[in-house]
């Protein structure tokens, strides 16, 4: 009798839709950004021949997208709650050691480019890649920065 209460109650459940989802939430917006910021900080980390610098440029410009995407999708959420707040805000520390390697690994890879370790047309490419996700980024995390205060 008990194992049929459970039962029902469970389909009960599914069929309102009190279940858990894969849809998109605040917080998974967030972690989505942080994700993005740690591949493209791995590649350009990694990026120490030409074609380790493509790969970056290439890694750079999928991410630019992925945090337009996103930041885009946090729009068309409602204002989050306090309790998606308080989630959201669990991630500070992540974003910040993330944001801190990332600052880290940019520095690294200017001098790379400004000791001509890349030809000058790759030079360009990469230094528009790294300015368009730093632009990207940076968008993405001001419109997150008020809904953590």
């Not at 990694?46 to 999708?73: F, I």
């Not at 500070?92 to 047309?121: C, H, T, Y």
């Amino acid at each position: 009798m008990r194992w049929a209460t459970v039962l029902l109650s469970i389909g009960l459940m599914s069929l309102i839709g009190c279940r858990s989802s894969a849809a998109r939430s605040h917080e998974t917006c967030v972690k989505g950004a942080i994700f993005a910021a740690q591949r493209a900080t791995g590649k350009v980390s990694n990026a120490v021949d030409y074609a380790d610098a493509v790969a970056a440029m290439e890694s750079l410009k999928t991410e630019t997208e992925t945090l337009s995407r996103l930041r885009d999708e946090l729009h068309a959420f409602p204002q989050p709650s306090s309790w998606e707040r308080s989630r959201m805000r669990k991630h500070r520390s992540l974003l910040e050691s993330s944001n801190a390697k990332w600052a880290a690994a940019v520095v690294i890879m200017r001098q790379r480019m400004e000791g001509g370790q890349f030809p000058p047309d790759l030079r360009q490419k990469l230094d528009d890649a790294l300015t368009a996700f730093g632009e990207a980024h940076k968008q993405f995390w001001s419109e997150v920065e008020p809904f953590w205060n």
